[in-house]
């Protein structure tokens, strides 16, 4: 019969005050979902301003979310490689938007992008193109802040795999592309879920660098964070309301890709290997 761990002050109080970091994540879900009108909820939602916003943060979160896996999973396996120069340098530059405030962000890529901006003038004299206060420019908004969780998760991926395989099928002739398509990306498939879930969720729930950078048109640059921010001046059940859908897609999105992004993340397969092990 296996004792029971002896509980001192130490063990007590620690216990204690991670309770009280619960609390501090789950009450104020707890106190949406106690202020959420559920006899009205279908209506609020129904109304065609939220579901026009709840389309266009659907559409644009998936477009961002394909861009940031066609441009982070390279980056990933860059950054995956210690061998090459410079990694430590690109790896602080992919994190800087996840410390940056997304107000900021905007403001960057507007200065970037913007008609007047470092690139944007060029695409507008030479292509007659202008990204700002468009759903282009939603999407380059999501991108910005939501890439860094895709790469970080990737990347931990990419470290915790078993190398070996690889260095197998290299031996046997087989091609860096061969390698990468058939025998490394199915490995750090968790990862790139992990990544992708996490990408979505926060694409999904942008509002700084959105609101400056493409600003807030109904059909065209108004998600439901965007939304979600004017209706509590004018109609503040509607608020919740969106808030609780919002709520609930990046709950069914996390629930959903469970097995698949908890063994994704960064020391996810190091932890399996010691229960294995033991």
Do not use: N
């Amino acid at each position: 019969m296996t004792a029971r761990p002896r509980v001192t002050v130490g063990t007590a109080l620690l216990g204690a005050v991670a309770a009280a970091g619960v609390a501090v994540l789950v009450l104020p879900l707890v106190a949406l979902l106690a202020a959420t009108p559920w006899e009205r909820l279908v209506d609020l939602v129904a109304d065609p301003a939220v579901v026009q916003a709840l389309r266009l943060s659907l559409g644009t979160a998936a477009c961002a979310t394909a861009l940031c896996l066609v441009l982070g999973v390279p980056l990933a396996w860059v950054l995956a490689h210690d061998g090459l120069r410079g990694t430590g340098l690109l790896r602080s530059l992919v994190t800087v938007p996840l410390v940056l405030p997304p107000v900021v962000g905007g403001v960057a890529l507007l200065l970037l992008l913007g008609r007047r901006g470092l690139v944007g003038a060029r695409l507008e004299a030479w292509f007659g193109v202008t990204v700002p206060f468009t759903s282009a420019a939603v999407v380059l908004a999501q991108v910005f802040v939501a890439m860094p969780f895709l790469v970080l998760a990737v990347e931990g991926a990419l470290r915790g795999a078993d190398r070996r395989r690889a260095l197998a099928a290299q031996t046997l002739g087989a091609s860096p592309a061969y390698v990468l398509r058939r025998v490394t990306l199915p490995a750090v498939a968790p990862g790139v879920a992990a990544g992708a879930a996490l990408c979505f969720t926060r694409a999904l729930g942008e509002f700084g660098a959105t609101v400056t950078f493409a600003g807030s048109f109904p059909g065209t640059t108004r998600t439901v964070p965007l939304a979600v921010s004017l209706a509590m001046d004018t109609a503040p059940e509607q608020a919740v309301a969106m808030s609780v859908v919002l709520l609930a897609l990046s709950v069914v999105v996390l629930v959903a890709l469970r097995g698949r992004w908890v063994a994704g993340l960064p020391g996810a397969r190091a932890a399996r290997s010691r229960r294995v092990a033991s």
